[in-house]
């Protein structure tokens, strides 16, 4: 366990409904990043908050999904409208200032039907 | 995208033996992380080396940077059951704001008794 959770764990959906992850990372970490990770591959990087600003998102990240981190504790991962090309597993990471080392918290793992 | 590919995609060995992995990236880092992920479960880092550095131990584990070649391996030594898991390397470069890692296909590691 490294300090950092995510809920839910697992989610199944039908295509076209809406999901929302959330994350909790280490308490005083100001830095939080959401990955995802699709079966067989490395995590690919969704997006970057430093605090409860965004301040970068990936390609990857298309309209359907957006982030938050509002008080630049939490966050939230929302995707709308859902494919069965969403399916995945959501890795959130947290780390404090100038640190190296990304904590990952257990990840939510998503199915479209 | 993934930024490089791992070698071998997957290997099996005996408790007992010794495991090498290898990394291959594409652009300048500042540093290559390897982590572990247990099937199903989220990234537990395991070992740090920055880009001024070509050796760097941690008990059992050995990981090596070569720069020019644009290379990295790491070495589990003694290797046991419980090691048994995917390992990834990750690089680290500061582009833009985020300080995001890129990380590689994989090695699945299974250690038999």
């Known amino acids: 366990d490294t300090g950092v959770s995510q809920d839910p764990r697992h989610k199944i959906t039908k295509r076209g409904q809406n999901v929302t992850f959330r994350c909790d990372p280490i308490?005083?970490?100001?830095?939080l990043y959401w990955y995802r990770q699709t079966l067989g591959q490395g995590p690919e990087f969704l997006t970057y908050f430093q605090n409860e600003a965004q301040l970068e998102k990936s390609r990857l990240l298309s309209d359907r999904f957006s982030a938050e981190r509002p008080k630049g504790s939490f966050s939230t991962l929302e995707i709308q409208r859902t494919e069965q090309g969403d399916s995945a597993m959501y890795l959130c990471?947290?780390?404090?200032?100038?640190?190296?080392?990304?904590?990952f918290g257990p990840g939510t793992r998503l199915l479209v039907l | 995208s993934q930024q490089g590919e791992e070698d071998p995609q997957a290997l099996s060995i005996q408790e007992g033996e010794n495991a090498t992995m290898n990394c291959s990236y594409k652009?300048?880092?500042?540093?290559l992380q390897w982590y572990r992920q247990n099937s199903g479960r989220g990234l537990v880092h395991l070992i740090l080396i920055r880009s001024n550095e070509r050796e760097k131990h941690s008990g059992r584990l050995r990981v090596t940077l070569d720069t020019s070649k644009k290379s990295s391996s790491l070495l589990i030594t003694a290797s046991r059951a419980a090691d048994t898991a995917s390992y990834f390397c990750?690089?680290?470069?500061?582009?833009?704001?985020?300080?995001?890692?890129?990380f590689g296909t994989g090695t699945r590691l299974q250690v038999t008794l």
């Open positions: 990471a947290s780390l404090l200032g100038l640190q190296e080392t990304q904590y």
């Open positions: 308490s005083e970490h100001n830095r």
């Open positions: 990750a690089t680290e470069r500061n582009t833009g704001t985020a300080s995001k890692l890129t």
């Open positions: 652009t300048s880092i500042n540093n």
